[in-house]
């Protein structure tokens, strides 16, 4: 029996609960707090990213500085606020240096995405960056071959749409890649209109037929530029930041 959408956020916000206190990983120990994700609970439309800069490792919240400011910007001109999507990364914590992420800590980590996929039920999985693309495509081809073209594809037990973003922060630093990334950005409304990915089984496009490497790829937050206070570790604070992150609502 499908399940309301109450129940699933219920259950998101137990998620968060068990995630802000993981220890599963070597990043438990050097992160500020778990960067869990931020919007609607029950969104169509989800972005993922690779991991947590400095400044969203500080403030608990993904996407937080100059690249988020430019994601804002791109969801406003088609109509969308922040609060309307979920935003999320691979990682729930920041690796040291903003390096990438590690075998360990990916396959560490990807349940919790995977059950986010499973909870909120999105549409479309739009990913940003070389990271995420390659990690959740499943493809060796980075985003600067596949960009802008959607693909269909299973994760946590949901079919969805995958699509291709440049990730902000490489638009921040390429006049060019920025006007593709809004290019890109204008598809959307469209492939969110096409509804809900047709059930696995059925013939789905593939970007080649060799997995990606764990481990391998580009597109951090490193450029996040927004500085903020760490949250506190009390159960009432824990309640009001699933809030703030939009999990109640």
């Known amino acids: 029996m499908p399940r309301s959408a109450a129940e699933r956020r219920d259950d998101l916000v137990a998620l968060y609960h068990e995630a802000r206190g993981c220890p599963r990983c070597p990043l438990s120990g050097s992160r500020t707090q778990v960067v869990f994700g931020s ?58 240096d903003n390096r990438d992420p590690l075998p360990v800590e990916i396959e560490t980590c990807r349940p919790y995405l995977e059950r986010q996929v499973e909870l909120i039920e999105p549409n479309v999985i739009c990913t940003l960056g070389n990271f995420a693309t390659k990690l959740l495509s499943g493809s060796r081809r980075g985003v600067t071959q596949v960009h802008g073209q959607p693909l269909e594809r299973e994760l946590g037990g949901r079919a969805v749409r995958l699509y291709p973003l440049f990730h902000p922060a490489a638009a921040l630093r390429t006049p060019r890649v920025k006007d593709q990334l809004r290019e890109d950005f204008r598809k959307l409304p469209a492939l969110l209109a096409a509804g809900p990915a047709p059930p696995p089984g059925g013939e789905s496009p593939a970007l080649d037929d060799q997995a990606a490497e764990p481990g391998r790829g580009a597109g951090s937050t490193a450029d996040a530029e927004l500085s903020g206070q760490a949250g506190s570790t009390a159960d009432a604070d824990a309640a009001a930041r699933a809030e703030q992150l939009g999990l109640f609502g």
Do not use: S, T, Y
């Open 39 to 96: 919007g609607d609970a029950d969104a169509d439309l989800m972005f993922v990213g690779e991991a947590p800069g400095f400044h969203e490792d500080a403030q608990g919240i993904p996407f937080v500085g100059r690249a988020g400011k430019l994601l804002d910007e791109l969801l406003a001109e088609n109509g969308w606020a922040r609060v309307e999507v979920f935003v999320a990364n691979i990682l729930k914590c920041r690796p040291p």
